[in-house]
């Protein structure tokens, strides 16, 4: 871990006011790599913490700033809408995970080219599974 990664997870966690943010994106990357390397998946992605969407905020998410849950992808010559929904089912179809997110401040998914500038929002509370409980902003 560089020493920027360093300062940017300890940023995060004192803003965010508890290290389980930090930690899932650690895991996360970890996994990524191993499944970039391994050829299991084409793309490297890379999780991160950015801005979420206002309008997709509920009672549990974090500052607007703070809210977004973003999976960049690095090698994303080529890369096209159809992909970028692809990796986005692949979080949201966890409704388990969907609601841990939530939980921790999430909101927004993100999905990004980390190059080309493409970029998907989706609102958790939307992939949740809640029914009809309120989770408004």
Same mark, same amino acid.
């Given at each position: 871990?560089?020493?920027?990664?360093?300062?940017?997870?300890?940023?995060?966690?004192?803003?965010?006011?508890?290290?389980?943010?930090?930690?899932? #994106?650690?895991?996360? %990357?970890?996994?990524?790599?191993?499944?970039?390397?391994?050829?299991?998946? @084409?793309? *490297? $992605?890379? /999780? &991160?913490?950015?801005?979420?969407?206002?309008?997709?905020?509920?009672?549990?998410?974090?500052?607007?700033?703070?809210?977004?849950?973003?999976?960049? #992808?690095?090698?994303? %010559?080529?890369?096209?809408?159809?992909?970028?929904?692809?990796?986005?089912? @692949?979080? *949201? $179809?966890? /409704? &388990?995970?969907?609601?841990?997110?939530?939980?921790?401040?999430?909101?927004?998914?993100?999905?990004?080219?980390?190059?080309?500038?493409?970029?998907?929002?989706?609102?958790?509370?939307?992939?949740?599974?809640?029914?009809?409980?309120?989770?408004?902003?």
């Amino acid at each position: 871990m560089s020493i920027k990664e360093f300062f940017k997870n300890l940023i995060n966690s004192l803003l965010d006011g508890s290290f389980e943010r930090v930690r899932i #994106i650690n895991a996360m %990357n970890q996994s990524f790599r191993e499944c970039f390397y391994s050829g299991e998946f @084409n793309r *490297l $992605c890379r /999780a &991160s913490i950015s801005q979420g969407e206002q309008r997709y905020a509920h009672e549990m998410s974090a500052f607007w700033f703070r809210s977004g849950f973003k999976i960049s #992808i690095e090698n994303d %010559n080529g890369l096209g809408e159809s992909e970028m929904n692809e990796i986005a089912d @692949n979080v *949201l $179809c966890n /409704a &388990s995970f969907v609601r841990q997110l939530m939980a921790m401040g999430f909101d927004t998914l993100v999905i990004q080219g980390n190059t080309n500038g493409r970029t998907c929002k989706f609102s958790l509370k939307q992939y949740a599974n809640l029914k009809n409980y309120y989770i408004g902003g």
